[in-house]
């Protein structure tokens, strides 16, 4: 997987379960603080103190703030990932709607989305692997508009990459109004994208399953 090394080696791994739960209570309290005051003013022995235990334990299984933080993105990371885009049959606005509103509740089950924008700025490795996977999801997606182009149910008339960057600039519209706390229509949204898609006897198509 692209993150691997983002965590690196932890000093030390618990036997005990008295140990294995006092790192359980570090990373909560990291991920509560870590959410409520931003990655840059939370400290570890802020953190090791609202988990009550010693600054010495933290140390004992984080080599420091970062690893605590890395170790919480690692776990979510397939759900902060962008939402991977593809149609065959069915009905596509329907369709997006339910993936859209399944991916965001994902990312915010946790709140790292909150997070993202101060890492990506100051964290140059967990930047490289977020813009590598952006173009890994970038590539599935120009595969899936060229399927979509031969079975003929994308407007003739549209150039290709121009479609892709405005798919992704209102997919990040989306992101951002939803990190912002904004109400969002999922099925309004996802009926806005599909018709810059697709033609209404394309969608006509999928509907009735008359594509693979």
Not at 149 to 169: A, P, V
């Amino acid at each position: 997987m692209l993150h691997d090394n983002l965590v690196g080696v932890y000093p030390s791994s618990p036997k005990q379960m008295r140990s294995k739960l006092k790192k359980e209570a570090l990373i909560q309290s990291g991920r509560e603080l870590f959410v409520l005051q931003g990655f840059e003013k939370t400290t570890a022995k802020e953190i090791a103190a609202h988990a009550q235990v010693s600054i010495g334990t933290f140390y004992r299984y984080f080599s420091d703030k970062r690893q605590l933080l890395m170790s919480l993105i690692e776990e979510q990371m397939d759900a902060l990932m962008p939402l991977e885009l593809e149609w065959k049959s069915g009905d596509p606005e329907k369709v997006l709607a339910g993936r859209l509103a399944l991916h965001f509740h994902n990312i915010n089950k946790e709140h790292l989305q909150k997070l993202m924008p101060e890492l990506l700025l100051k964290d140059a490795q967990l930047a490289e692997v977020m813009n590598e996977a952006k173009s890994k999801f970038r590539e599935k997606f120009l595969a899936n508009l060229t399927y979509l182009d031969e079975k003929e149910l994308l407007w003739s008339d549209l150039d290709r990459e121009t479609l892709i960057w405005c798919m992704e600039s209102l997919l990040e519209k989306l992101r951002v109004r939803i990190s912002q706390g904004k109400e969002v229509d999922y099925q309004q949204f996802a009926k806005a994208f599909c018709r810059l898609l697709f033609p209404p006897e394309a969608v006509q198509k999928m509907r009735t399953g008359e594509i693979e």
